[in-house]
């Protein structure tokens, strides 16, 4: 028993046959055939709604085409170029430095715990003068 996808567009009942995915790092609409399965970042557009798709300003919008019988990409392309772009845009990973003279040991979420480390002889700060001299 086959589902057909549905248009992603609220009060469309038309058949899905075009896969919306939006690339935010490089203000890109990447438009392609029917991806081959739901992806909840994805949107699924009937023929109509895809042909009347328009990009915010300073936006680009890339159609691929959907005719697989000449070759061209396949479903899973889609999917493929999008993943790309996303991998090529995202930041290198940060490296965790000490901060102060904590070192990180553990790191939940947005939580650290950190723990000082004992300081050496020779970077001990000067003692500070006592008030009472």
């Known amino acids: ?3 057909v996808r549905r248009c992603s567009r609220t009060a469309c009942r038309q058949p899905a046959v075009f896969t919306l995915t939006y690339v935010y790092a490089d203000s890109t609409a990447v438009l392609g055939p029917l991806a081959a399965y739901v992806e909840p970042h994805c949107y699924d557009l009937c023929a109509m709604h895809a042909e009347r798709l328009t990009a915010p300003r300073g936006w680009e919008v890339v159609r691929l085409p ?3 019988t000449t070759g061209g990409p396949g479903s899973d392309d889609l999917e493929a170029l999008a993943n790309a772009v ?3 845009a995202r930041p290198p990973a940060a490296k965790h430095h000490p901060v102060g003279q904590g070192v990180e040991t553990h790191r ?3 939580l650290r715990v950190v723990k000082s480390e ?3 002889p020779d970077t ?3 003692a ?3 008030r009472d001299a």
């Open 118 to 120: 004992p300081q050496r």
């Open 124 to 126: 001990q700060p000067p």
């Open 128 to 130: 500070r003068p006592s």
């Open 1 to 3: 028993m086959s589902v």
């Open 86 to 88: 996303r991998e090529a």
């Open 108 to 110: 939940r979420g947005h």
């Open 66 to 68: 959907a005719d697989n």
